[in-house]
């Protein structure tokens, strides 16, 4: 008997340090994915260990009807980090759970069931968050999904402008398109989809589950955008690698949620690893680390391209959330990257090699990949 895979890398995983993983040969790998930016504080950060593991020792799970202090201290840390009036927290387990809570509060709040999402969009694999997702080969299998959803062109104003009425329950969507091909959003757009949507009184959506916890150069996507959304949605770096998801409301929102609820919501163990994951971050401006790193790296990357005459079309992304869109496929560079370079790295699509490490990495760290870039693509 075997698990289900995605696709099996060739390489067996035993250990974790920081920005580097060790295969079970003992061949050590500069790890620039972060198992999709899953570790911001990297592999082993031990305030998450210390955490998880005094936790371990104290009470392992209780029911989320009985407050725990390292639950409550988390959804007060997560209140106080997230843009103003956003306020009440929903704790789950995984992205799409957390993108699964926020459409149902839409749709109990507003009153409305329609949901608006943009062509490319990612939200996650259960069913509705699924529907809210753009590619169809994720989706085509499982049909019919849940109905009343829209696509519309991600950054098109008027195309926005348009969708959204008075029967909108959510515009969901992501601050940048991770899955999608690493594609940012302008400021201007992300604003004028907040007044589209609070003049419509529908709630926005701004999936942080890829773009949250400082990876792209600010705590949340949406203090760059400069937007108060109606909820936030967290998962993939909320706990530096212990799965955990959050859906941040505000009070129009989280009164009027309907009923929603999950066994293993804000257990004791996952909370301790996102207090110490949020809280390290917090205190130690890893943000503005990442904004600075992240820049550095894309100016790198830019130079190689322009020095080697490398074959890329397009660099592009936000803090360490980065694309390099090449002209030949995304995977042959990434098996080189991690083969011949131990790099590991992401796809985004077919064309697109993404960078999501941790946020701690330091220019020679950068020098390092912009190195085997480099050759990869030569
Ligand atoms: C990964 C991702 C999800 C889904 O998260 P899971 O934890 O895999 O369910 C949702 N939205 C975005 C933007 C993501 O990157």
Redesign the pocket.
């Known amino acids: 008997m075997s698990g289900f895979v995605f696709s099996e890398k060739p390489i067996e995983i035993a250990d974790g340090d920081g920005a580097y993983v060790t295969d079970s040969n003992g061949t050590e790998y500069l790890d620039m994915g972060a198992s999709?930016a899953c570790v911001p504080l990297g592999h082993g950060h031990e305030a998450v260990q210390e955490a998880v593991s005094d936790q371990l020792s104290k009470i392992t799970y209780v029911q989320a009807s009985y407050p725990v202090e390292v639950r409550t201290k988390l959804y007060k840390l997560l209140a106080e980090t997230a843009p103003k009036t956003v306020d009440k927290v929903w704790l789950c387990n995984?992205?799409?759970?957390a993108?699964e809570a926020a459409l149902k509060f839409a749709r109990s709040a507003t009153g409305n069931s329609k949901i608006i999402a943009t062509k490319r969009g990612?939200?996650?694999?259960t069913m509705g968050?699924l529907a809210t997702t753009w590619k169809d080969k994720y989706k085509q299998p499982y049909e019919p999904l849940m109905g009343d959803v829209e696509f519309v062109p991600y950054g098109d104003t008027e195309a926005m402008a348009e969708a959204v009425d008075d029967e909108t329950a959510a515009v969901i969507i992501?601050p940048v398109q991770?899955?999608g091909g690493i594609n940012p959003a302008r400021k201007e757009y992300l604003q004028r989809v907040r007044v589209e949507t609070a003049t419509s009184g529908a709630a926005l959506i701004f999936?942080e589950?890829?773009t949250g916890m400082g990876r792209t150069g600010t705590l949340w996507a949406s203090e760059w955008a400069d937007v108060v959304p109606d909820m936030i949605t967290s998962?993939?770096g909320l706990g530096n690698g212990v799965p955990i998801?959050a859906t941040l409301c505000r009070d129009w929102i989280a009164d009027n949620y309907g009923s929603h609820a999950s066994t293993f919501s804000g257990g004791p163990v996952i909370s301790a690893a996102a207090h110490a994951t949020v809280s390290t971050i917090v205190d130690e401006e890893i943000p503005t680390h990442a904004a600075e790193i992240g820049e550095y790296m894309m100016g790198e990357i830019e130079a190689a391209v322009e020095e080697h005459e490398l074959p890329v079309r397009d660099v592009r992304g936000n803090g360490l959330m980065v694309g390099v869109e090449t002209k030949r496929g995304a995977n042959r560079v990434l098996r080189e990257l991690a083969l011949e370079h131990q790099v590991l790295a992401l796809p985004a699509g077919r064309t697109v090699v993404r960078l999501l490490p941790p946020l701690t990495i330091n220019k020679e760290h950068v020098d390092t990949v912009v190195g085997a870039l480099t050759e990869a693509l030569s």
């Not at 995984?94 to 759970?97: H, P």
């Open positions: 999709y995984s992205g799409t759970e993108n990612f939200h996650g694999r968050a992501e991770g899955e999936d589950v890829q998962a993939k998801g």
